[in-house]
């Protein structure tokens, strides 16, 4: 019981610890003039004194603490902590962040509006309002409406050699552009026939548990996940498609790392921290050059092959960089510089064997 006891008086400090903490910090969050959570809070350079924008406007740029002219700037930690704090509305009761305070007054319904017509005394709520600028206004709304909704406006050259030569790279920027948005509808399609028997794991990866298309690889059992490891190529247009990827030489590799092809050396590279014990690198995988990390490598070995299917969709002639799958089949062949098929050199390098 005494242990019990002391456990709950432990937690009640902790708890009451937590609590002040809290205060404090809110505390410091505070407008030096009108003691409210500062909006739009800015700094002053002389004495670091937090305040609201139009409240050192209404000092006259004047520093509260030592009372002498000074500059401001604003201070972006106080805002986004000041942000994340709760308000509701007074007027609808909705509940919401600070940080979405303005739009939502913008917006709301049971806000009281006065039209800023000359010589009209209307004043309403948001949707009566709204009825009135149409029936009584809509004249103006007519003439002004240019001004909600303005025209793209694209750029003239001046030169007509240069114009040509820029119509040409357009038009190629287009081209490749529709190739892309028919190569991501396509993921789409793929990605709404998998979904129904296809699973989330922990890694972001999706599988559907079957058969894994392509040459088997040593590190699976021939199934796709249904936890980890490789997966199948319409798995991996799923994948694609959940990270919102549309961009050629990018594949999601096997611990659900986005990583895309070097045109230095050809193979994937995720960028993360996870060489710390090959001596050759400086710790990262990538992301330019250098070894890559056990989950790239298979990569390298399995786009030729397993996702061979997505690599002909990329448009490598109009990126300028056709030769960079010809470099990954190079890679799949260096065991010079590595041979991760070998479990006595992973375990050498200090990499984990993946089962």
């Known amino acids: 019981m005494a242990s019990s006891s002391k456990k709950k008086l432990e937690s009640q400090v902790s708890l009451d610890m937590r609590e002040n903490d809290s205060k404090q910090l809110l505390a410091f969050l505070n407008c030096a003039k009108c003691r409210d959570l500062a909006c739009d809070a800015v700094e002053t350079h002389c004495c670091r004194v937090l305040l609201c924008a139009k409240c050192l406007e209404q000092r006259a740029s004047q520093c509260p603490k030592c009372s002498e002219p000074c500059s401001a700037s604003p201070c972006h930690l106080a805002r986004r902590l000041i942000g994340m704090q709760p308000w509701c509305c007074s007027e609808c009761g909705k509940e919401t962040n600070r940080s979405e305070q303005a739009d939502h007054l913008l917006i ?107 040459p088997p690889c040593n590190c699976c059992d021939g199934r796709c996940g249904p936890d980890n490891g490789c997966n199948c190529v319409d798995c991996m247009r799923l994948d694609l498609a959940s990270f919102n990827i549309s961009r050629p030489l990018v594949l999601i590799n096997r611990e659900g790392a986005v990583a895309r092809i070097s045109l230095q050396t050809g193979k994937f590279y995720c960028g993360r921290a996870v060489m710390g014990n090959d001596p050759r690198t400086d710790g990262f995988c990538g992301p330019n050059d250098g070894n890559n990390c056990h989950a790239c490598y298979k990569l390298d070995q399995q786009l030729r092959n397993r996702y061979a299917d997505i690599a002909a969709e990329w448009d490598l002639d109009g990126l300028g960089v056709r030769d960079v799958i010809d470099m990954t089949e190079t890679n799949e062949n260096d065991d010079d510089e590595y041979d991760f098929d070998d479990d006595d050199g992973l375990v050498a390098m200090g990499l984990d064997v993946i089962d």
């Open 108 to 214: 709301c319904p049971q806000r009281v509006r006065s039209c800023p017509a000359s010589g009209c005394s209307f004043t309403g709520l948001t949707d009566t309002f709204i009825d009135h600028l149409i029936q009584e206004h809509k004249d103006a709304l007519m003439k002004e409406v240019d001004k909600l909704f303005p025209p793209v406006k694209r750029q003239r050259r001046s030169s007509d050699s240069s114009e040509s030569s820029n119509d040409s790279d357009s038009s190629r920027r287009r081209a490749m552009v529709l190739r892309y948005q028919r190569y991501r509808e396509r993921m789409h399609d793929s990605a709404i026939r998998e979904r129904s028997r296809v699973r989330l794991a922990v890694t972001g990866k999706n599988y559907c548990t079957g058969p894994l298309n392509g």
